[in-house]
């Protein structure tokens, strides 16, 4: 599993840092594809995210809804793999420096994440079954992926009540601070993502409902 998420990782990055080479901005947007950006964004709970998170993998050919579901659980997952290497690397210092078994929190919140990460990991593969299978696999894909991304959203925020709730004693305040401030920006990339895909799912089902109408 965990080397799955490693490929995937490093193709998503090689993707992206190939966008940001080409030094794609938001002033550089077509302003059709801004339009369209901010109008998927709307339905979401931190649109200012949404439209900052997304503006620079977006274009023209990316105005669906459907890729930008998918380019939105691609950026979560990125942030999750990260996240789970800083923590990863808090609890292996804690290990380091006083071996007492004071740092649960952290290892909770490790679990977590690396349970989030494998989360995204698959609900990034079931949206591209999701083209490939047809359509009556459609309602079984788009359920596993809200009961996925919700999972990951739960697990967050037991994180980060666990870090509320753990001592400063046995973790710096920054650092606890720090593995709050990543864990949160993942849940809210995830709840826009899971938005975002709603939104496409809920569209789909009607055109495709329209369709079959007598
Ligand atoms: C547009 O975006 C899509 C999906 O993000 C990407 O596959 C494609 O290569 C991009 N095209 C250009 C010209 O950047
Ligand atoms: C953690 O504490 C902060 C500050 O008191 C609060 O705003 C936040 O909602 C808490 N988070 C959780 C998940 O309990």
């Keep these: ?18 966008k940001g080479a080409l030094g794609s901005s938001t002033s550089r947007l077509h302003p059709r594809t801004m339009t369209f950006l901010e109008s998927q964004c709307k339905r979401t709970r931190y649109p200012e995210l949404c439209v900052r998170s997304l503006s620079n993998l977006v274009n023209t050919t990316s105005q669906n809804p459907q890729i930008l579901s998918q380019v939105a659980l691609k950026v979560s997952l ?23 078994k004071n740092n649960q929190a952290a290892k909770d919140c490790l679990d977590q994440i690396s349970d989030g990460v494998s989360h995204l990991t698959n609900s990034v593969k079931e949206l591209q079954h999701l083209s490939l299978d047809g359509e009556r696999a459609f309602i079984w894909h788009q359920s596993n992926v809200q009961t996925w ?44 993502a899971l938005a975002l895909f709603n939104g496409f799912a809920a569209r789909h089902k009607a055109s495709h409902h329209g369709k079959h109408k007598p």
Excluded: P, R
């Design 149 to 192: 991304l919700s999972t990951v959203l739960t697990d967050a925020y037991t994180c980060m009540e666990g870090m509320n709730n753990s001592g400063y004693a046995a973790m710096g305040g920054n650092v606890k601070a720090m593995i709050k401030a990543k864990v949160l920006n993942v849940a809210q990339l995830t709840s826009n």
């Design 78 to 100: 990125v942030k999750a793999v990260s996240t789970k290497y800083y923590i990863m690397k808090v609890c292996k210092e804690f290990n380091q420096i006083n071996k007492v």
């Design 1 to 18: 599993m965990d080397k799955i998420s490693l490929c995937l990782l490093i193709l998503v990055l090689s993707i992206f840092s190939v």
